[in-house]
């Protein structure tokens, strides 16, 4: 417990001779790009956690501990109790959206929370009004915006958010940003997302390359503000983003929540590869009814949305390492728009697997979830570990946060590096990352110590 003493929460922490991190003293400003279903959620959520209403279950930042040291020494403090996270009471909230509904309204439209629920926050959610959008509907092909800025070209419209930004700035001490936006259409790197001298002149030129997404994603970065993403776009994924993400001490990582059916394949498959079981086929489809559904019905949407699915499950399997058994897996993903469902999505998963001498077994996974109830702690721990990121000289600048992946059903790795699916490794590279920021010692699981 001693060592414990030394970390408080907002005490400056001076821990391994190289890493710094700033307290998390002031305010918080978190600013949301598309106020729907997941946003509102977060924000209604925090805010009835706030007030003692609810519990902020699902969220690692809030409830997860961290066992430090050996299994005998009995140290699991709060994460949030070792290293120094920003308080739930310091969060400011801000956004944009293309339509012009406040929090209330728009958490009232997605139908994820309770009437009753909503009621009770409805003072505090009337209060946040987003800002006007940089949308193209080119990008979202489901959607017609109304509420939405105008400009000369994509570089004054990222100008008018970065104008955005700083008058935000002005009112909260640290700001980070969070894409809780559409799924846009799916776009493959090119030239103008090569270098940021080309990125900036496709700016300037309206590149058809450049997304809504990437323009506010410029704009918190070349403001100095950390950028999540919870679509599956584009966005960072571009040499010239990750280059400004490391100039200017903005850190980045990947994209897409990994909530329902990925969170789930990513538990499963881990399980299926270390008892060496083979899989010949998975088969994954989801019914939906909410917005996203709607966006995602658009097939130059649902693509996206594919890539981001499908990518899970080569990676965990190797079947370069492993032929015999995950050589010629047939992989499906299928999302079906289904209104009468909102956003209670269902989620079937048929898999096929094999054991002993080849003999077939299958296994059915049927998950009915609440999308934004799922994904509402992801967005929120996002934020709250960017943050620290951005504080932790350590981390600061090195663009890319791969220790995040466990949120991520796209994790971002630096290139050439293949990225860890497998949700368990994730955890325990989350974990392993604040023990060493915190001048901990890893934990290895070898545990030969206790028989000595
Ligand atoms: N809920 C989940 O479990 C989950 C999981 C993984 C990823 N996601 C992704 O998170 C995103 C949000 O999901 P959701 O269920 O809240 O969707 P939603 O449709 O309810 O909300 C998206 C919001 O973004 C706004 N928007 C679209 N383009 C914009 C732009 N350019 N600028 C500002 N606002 C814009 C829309 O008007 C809408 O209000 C989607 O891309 C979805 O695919 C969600």
């Not at 991190?21 to 924000?43: D, N």
């Not at 280059?243 to 394949?265: E, V, Y």
Request: aromatic fraction near 8%; glycine fraction near 8%.
């Amino acid at each position: 417990m001693q060592n414990l003493k030394k970390h408080g929460p907002k005490a400056e922490a001076a821990t391994s001779a190289n890493t710094k991190i700033e307290p998390a003293t002031g305010k918080l400003g978190i600013m949301v790009v598309g106020l729907g279903a997941v946003a509102t959620t977060m924000i209604a959520g925090v805010e009835a956690v706030r007030r003692g209403l609810a519990k902020p279950i699902g969220s690692l930042t809030q409830m997860g501990t961290i066992r430090l040291g050996k299994r005998t020494d009995n140290r699991s403090p709060l994460i949030k109790d070792f290293v120094p996270l920003a308080d739930l009471n310091d969060i400011v909230f801000a956004g944009w959206d293309i339509f012009e509904d406040n929090v209330y309204e728009s958490a009232a439209h997605a139908k994820v929370l309770e009437k009753k629920t909503l009621e009770e926050l409805k003072p505090y959610l009337e209060t946040i009004k987003p800002l006007p959008a940089v949308f193209d509907q080119h990008y979202v092909k489901r959607l017609h915006g109304t509420h939405l800025k105008k400009g000369r070209n994509k570089l004054d419209l990222a100008g008018q958010v970065r104008a955005d930004i700083r008058a935000f700035k002005k009112s909260v001490d640290r700001v980070v940003m969070i894409w809780c936006g559409s799924t846009e259409i799916f776009l493959e790197p090119s030239a103008v997302h090569r270098s940021l001298e080309a990125f900036e002149k496709g700016l300037e030129t309206n590149d058809a390359g450049i997304a809504p997404s990437q323009i506010y994603a410029y704009a918190a970065l070349s403001e100095g503000v950390p950028f999540a993403n919870g679509a599956p776009n584009l966005t960072v994924d571009i040499p010239a983003l990750i280059d400004l993400s490391k100039r200017n001490g903005a850190p980045i990582c990947g994209k897409d929540f990994k909530t329902g059916q990925t969170f789930m394949k990513t538990v499963l498959a881990p399980a299926f590869k270390a008892r060496l079981l083979g899989v010949s086929g998975w088969y994954s489809t989801n019914i939906l009814g909410n917005r996203d559904g709607e966006v995602l019905d658009d097939p130059e949407s649902f693509k996206t949305k594919e890539e981001s699915k499908l990518g899970s499950l080569e990676h965990i399997f190797q079947p370069e390492l492993h032929p015999d058994l995950y050589k010629d897996i047939y992989h499906k993903v299928r999302i079906n728009y289904y209104p009468p469902r909102g956003d209670n999505k269902e989620g079937w998963d048929n898999i096929d697997i094999f054991g002993w001498l080849g003999y077939p077994m299958q296994i059915k996974v049927d998950f009915l979830c609440r999308d934004s109830i799922l994904a509402a702690p992801i967005a929120l721990d996002l934020c709250l570990f960017l943050d620290l990121a951005k504080r932790t000289a350590e981390l600061r600048n090195i663009g890319i946060q791969e220790w995040l992946s466990f949120y991520l059903k796209s994790p971002q790795t630096v290139p050439g590096l293949y990225p860890e699916h497998d949700l368990f490794i994730q955890s325990m590279k989350l974990k392993n990352t604040l023990r060493h920021i915190m001048g901990e010692d890893l934990i290895t699981h070898l545990g030969l110590e206790y028989y000595d």
